[in-house]
């Protein structure tokens, strides 16, 4: 298989970072994947509510994620003028086109997976 940019799009295309780097530095973060997974099947969401959907993220590490996705263009977050004021998290329009990379990520994974525990490795 050629790797040298005509198989993937590697270059950098005038950007400081080429395509595929720039898509890992999104799903290639540990919490990233899950927070876009969650906001798929049940967003838009609180901050608690997400908290408690991603099992085992600190309240600190979910903050910096979401400011990272939001800057990114990932994620929106919403002020909603309630009674007491509350804040929601949804996925934009680029956060929703992830749903095929990360179901593709979690089937390659499932099936990795599955060959280690067949294999003892």
Known sequence: MD???????????GHDMG??????????????????????RDGPLGFNDLKESVDGISDKVLSESLDDLQERDIVHRTVIDDKPVRVEYSL?????????????MDEWGTRYLDRTDESGE
């Not at 790797?3 to 295309?13: A, K, L, W």
């Not at 934009?92 to 593709?104: K, N």
């Open 3 to 13: 790797r040298t940019g005509d198989e993937y799009s590697v270059g950098n295309g």
């Open 19 to 40: 395509p595929l780097t720039a898509a890992a530095a999104i799903v290639g973060k540990k919490w990233h994947p899950r927070i876009v997974v969650e906001l798929l």
């Open 92 to 104: 934009t329009e680029w956060g929703e086109e992830l749903e095929q990379v990360v179901s593709a």
